[in-house]
């Protein structure tokens, strides 16, 4: 890098094709912003206050809704600034800071989601082991897991982009992701790629544990009627959940990796934007406002005492 990290700067090129309209979107933006954080975070504070949803899969469906409001924070106030702003540009720190903050974003909602498969699996195929099986220690360590996993990918590959000297600055996208600065590399980036296909092969090996994970989970809910309202209230909405958000970031990869005539930039934003603004949104609605014992403790919790302030 010819420029110290503290003069060089990024020019973020994913706006280039949005000339007008720029406050509607900025609007509409902030507002999808605040709702995402609003009521993530309203569900993680009912989880957290009430001790009838101290069980795994409310606490695993809390990891989500704060790794939500941790990809939605990394996403949301760059893109607001830059709706404002004529130019679209980020220093080097700051652009690595937003690289980490969606890398990790990304691994941990995988990780999670897996991890629920596991719950789901002995939820539904060993109901009378559940308790021995899922102990509070096992939870935390799954968790645990789930999140410093995350940040050592996310630490090693960060690790090995300082590294890269770069030859360029201008990335076609709408944030700082970390294959597009990879690709400004003066050098050879063989190492990345290698790192970043063993990372794919670690998560598709997630999605064949899921998928497994299922097949035993809807033979055995099929033969009971019990069974199959239990599949409907809590494994459809992880299967949504898991389906958008693979679905989403593997086309997000495929394009960004293997596309080389990028002439359609807003398909590019969109495939770029749709796993970080689709399921901070989407895991709140088929969880939190889907299942019977957490919608009727957040009503308790809110509706009702804003009703008795409001009559008071």
């Known amino acids: 890098m010819e420029n110290s990290t503290e003069e060089f700067m990024f020019v973020l090129h994913g706006l280039n094709d949005t000339a007008t309209n720029r406050h509607i979107y900025f ?13 993530n975070l309203m569900l993680v504070i009912t989880v957290i206050l009430d001790k009838t949803l101290h069980e795994p899969m409310y606490l695993f469906i809390c990891s989500l ?4 409001i941790w990809g939605a924070s990394a996403f949301y106030p760059k893109i607001l600034a830059d709706l404002l702003s004529d130019s679209q540009v980020v220093s080097y720190i700051p652009c ?10 990304a691994l941990c909602e995988l990780t999670c989601l897996t991890v629920m498969a596991h719950d789901r699996y002995v939820a539904i195929c ?5 308790l021995t099986i899922m102990t509070h220690q096992k939870v935390m360590k799954l968790l645990a897991f789930s999140w410093l996993f995350s940040f050592l990918q996310t630490a090693i590959g960060a690790v090995l982009t300082v590294r890269l000297p770069l030859c360029g600055n201008d990335i076609d996208m709408l944030y700082c992701s970390n294959w597009e600065v990879v690709k400004l590399s003066c050098k050879d ?3 990345m790629d290698v790192y970043g296909y ?30 199959r309202v239990k599949f409907m209230q809590t ?24 596309v080389k005539n990028k002439t359609h930039q807003a398909l590019h934003n969109i495939l770029g934007m749709e796993f970080l603004v689709v399921p901070p949104l989407l895991n709140p609605i088929i969880y939190g406002m889907n299942l019977t014992q957490m919608r009727r403790q957040f009503v308790k919790l809110y509706v009702n005492k804003f009703k008795a302030l409001r009559q008071g």
């Open 96 to 105: 690595l800071a937003q690289t980490c903050v969606i890398f990790c974003y």
């Open 27 to 39: 609007t509409f933006g902030l507002l999808v912003y605040i709702l995402t954080i609003f009521v």
């Open 198 to 227: 063993i990372l794919i092969i670690y998560h598709i090996s997630q999605v064949i544990f899921v998928i497994v994970s299922y097949i035993h989970i809807i033979r055995t809910s099929l033969q009971s009627k019990t069974g």
């Open 189 to 191: 980036v063989t190492m």
């Open 65 to 68: 809704f704060i790794n939500g």
């Open 126 to 130: 060993k109901p009378l082991e559940y």
């Open 235 to 258: 494994c459809l909405p992880h299967l949504i959940t898991l389906t958008n958000f693979t679905v989403s970031l593997l086309f997000d990869i495929i394009y960004s990796r293997h």
